[in-house]
């Protein structure tokens, strides 16, 4: 019966084996540490998402509140961004964002050995409103910016059960040419730590 499983779907049967082998034998092993990596790269486009989406929302503000941004995932579901921006003449502004991620998926490519074409292993996202952005913006519209991304995610798909993350965020904004504000492209360096049931994974990923 196991030669006729979808080749995915074994793929993903002996990451979730692999990872509970790691975990019996003091969690030392590559595929654990392989599965504690994509729990957190397959939630990394997502960052790259709730940071543009914060400032659509920051740029179309018009009271502490933003207007509710939202987008979808690669492959399947939401991403969508509630929150608060300071208000006021200040050059510097602090924005508070609650991203809510549901049945969310970019997909993950997986390389199998001796395979030259990458299988897409589906791990899908829901953060059940767990999440926290935090931004600070200093000397706008070139503005030196920091942040933290920090709460728990939770998967199923190719890999099961929570991520808890503790993100820096550092990098620059300049205006857009129109009088709004952007992320500067190329900046933005995303560092901390992803933890799941198979690992702590250290990020260090500049987007």
């Known amino acids: 019966m196991t030669r006729q499983l979808h080749r995915s779907v074994v793929l993903a049967a002996l990451v979730v084996l692999f990872a509970a082998f790691a975990a019996c034998s003091g969690g030392s092993a590559v595929s654990d540490e ?20 914060g400032f659509q929302g920051f740029n179309a503000a018009s009271s502490a509140n933003i207007p509710e941004q939202s ?46 074409d990458p299988v897409i292993e589906d791990i899908v996202y829901d953060s059940d409103g767990a999440l926290a952005v935090d931004l600070s913006m200093k000397g706008l519209p070139d503005a030196e910016l920091t942040g933290t991304v920090v709460g728990t995610v939770f998967m199923t798909g190719g890999l099961q059960g929570p991520v808890t993350l ?32 198979y690992g702590v994974f250290d990020v260090d990923i500049q987007h």
């Open 166 to 197: 503790n993100l820096a965020i550092t990098g620059e904004t300049e205006d857009d040419g129109t009088g709004t504000i952007q992320r500067k492209a190329g900046t933005v360096r995303i560092t901390g730590t992803a933890t799941s049931d």
């Open 71 to 116: 987008t979808t995932g690669d492959v399947s579901g939401t991403l969508t961004i509630n929150g608060q921006v300071d208000q006021g003449a200040s050059d510097n502004k602090g924005m508070r964002l609650e991203p809510v991620l549901v049945n969310y998926s970019d997909g993950v490519f997986i390389v199998e050995e001796g395979e030259e």
């Open 34 to 53: 392989e599965s504690a990596r994509l729990a957190y790269e397959g939630l990394d486009p997502s960052i790259d998402k709730i940071l543009d989406l």
